[in-house]
């Protein structure tokens, strides 16, 4: 069955370092995501991404995330200047179209510990 | 307004019975989906289910079913035969027709599940 694979599994960085998550979506999807869950809350949305642009992003998603897909393949989340309250689970997720029945296809996760 | 609520923050069951976990929605749109994800110890999200809102039929997939109650905004997730490596969050949430574009994933605040020998 297709997945989505994200690397690294973990990260730790320091305080003020700048961070790169990677993932490979599903090759045949088209919209592609990118969450957030901190320990113990809910799972929050970041941003959306579609044709090569973004197509919505969240009031957590400012000046200090970005995203690229670089090669057609690799869809990355960079986050500038870490803090610690950026440490969390970062979710990537591909999803074919986006009907309400669609649902989607998430990674195993990077797990973030910003120190 | 919390859009998906489950109000079990943890939800103990013994081994081999069936457990309920409630979610209620809100929504104004005619047309959404909604989701359950089981999210283990390992923390990766696996899709378990999803029912439309114009499905007639409860949704079956295993040992998981749908109890879709669309008058009253609710979708609780029934696992039958509860095993021990059921034991995870869970988590419920909706994809809106009206959500702009790329229809993002509403999330409840999970619940979690124990399943005792």
């Known amino acids: 069955e297709p997945e989505v694979t994200q690397t690294p599994s973990h990260q730790v960085t320091q305080m003020g370092q700048e961070v790169i998550l990677r993932c490979v979506p599903i090759s045949n999807h088209l919209y592609f995501y990118w969450y957030r869950q901190i320990l113990g809350q809910k799972v929050e949305f970041l941003v959306s991404f579609y044709n090569n642009e973004i197509s919505e992003k969240s009031e957590i998603f400012d000046d200090q995330f970005s995203v690229e897909r670089p090669d057609g393949s690799n869809f990355t989340l960079k986050i500038r200047s870490t803090k610690l309250e950026d440490s969390a689970m970062y979710f990537c997720?591909?999803?074919?179209?986006?009907?309400?029945?669609?649902?989607?296809?998430f990674g195993s996760g990077t797990r973030l510990t910003v120190v | 307004a919390q859009k998906i609520t489950q109000t079990q923050p943890g939800m103990f069951v013994q081994e081999k019975e069936a457990v309920t976990l409630d979610c209620t929605y809100d929504?104004?749109?005619?047309?959404?989906?909604l989701f359950w994800y089981k999210q283990p110890s390992s923390g990766e999200m696996i899709f378990l289910i999803y029912?439309?809102?114009?499905d007639e039929q409860n949704a079956t997939e295993g040992r998981y079913s749908l109890n879709f109650q669309k008058a009253r905004k609710s979708a609780n997730l029934v696992i039958s035969a509860s095993q021990l490596g059921d034991s995870a969050m869970y988590f419920c949430?909706?994809?809106?027709?009206?959500?702009?574009?790329?229809?993002?994933?509403?999330w409840g605040l999970g619940t979690s599940l124990a399943v005792n020998p």
């Open positions: 029912q439309g809102s114009y």
């Open positions: 929504t104004s749109d005619q047309s959404y989906g």
């Open positions: 949430a909706m994809r809106e027709a009206n959500a702009g574009n790329n229809r993002k994933l509403i």
């Open positions: 997720a591909s999803s074919e179209a986006t009907g309400v029945y669609y649902g989607y296809t």
